[in-house]
Every structure is written in structure tokens, then in C-alpha cells.
């Protein structure tokens, strides 16, 4: 993450995240800090990066999930320069 966006709110945030230990828990809290837009924004990137990895095309992803070709776009460029996250999160979710 860059050092533009590492504060102690992100870092009490980031401990909030580690600290849950259930689905339930998880949904419990991101009900309570997101709204329901937010959440389907999270989930729909998340949905594009697994179909993004699985070699869809921008057009079929957009049309599957309802993304921008923007979206598709900027989850791909996450995926290929960025800090591994999605990465790491879909091979822990896979197995």
C-alpha cells in the first residue's frame, strides 16, 4: 500500500480486518462499515479479477458481471503491477 494511504486509521482499519474469524463476522462488519453499493463494488472486483486470471476477455467480463470495460481495465492493471493483493486473496479462496 503507499505511504499516501498508510495512517493509523488505515492501520486500526487493516487490524479490524486481521481480527475477524468467520464469514459471519466478516459480513457483520462490512454490513456495519460499507454500504450495500460499496460492497457490490468490492465483490464485483473480486469477480473480475478471478475471471480476469481465468484469460476472459474485457468484453465477456464486462458483459458476466455488469463491470465497466474502466473496471476491467484497472483490476487487470492491479493484477499485473500491483502489490500481489488479488493474487494472494484468490489463491487462499481457491484452496
Do not use: P, W
Amino acid at each position: 500500500m503507499s505511504k499516501q494511504v498508510k495512517d493509523h486509521e488505515m492501520d486500526n482499519l487493516m487490524d479490524a480486518f486481521v481480527s475477524l474469524k468467520s464469514r459471519e463476522e466478516a459480513y457483520a462488519f462490512l454490513e456495519d462499515i460499507c454500504t450495500v453499493k460499496e460492497l457490490e463494488s468490492l465483490s464485483q472486483r473480486l469477480e473480475v479479477a478471478m475471471l480476469l486470471r481465468d484469460k476472459i476477455t474485457y468484453h465477456d467480463i464486462a458483459n458476466k458481471t455488469g463491470a465497466s470495460t474502466t473496471t476491467v481495465s484497472r483490476v487487470n492493471r492491479a493484477l499485473n503491477y500491483g502489490c500481489d493483493g488479488y493474487d494472494m486473496v484468490l489463491d487462499r479462496i481457491k484452496s
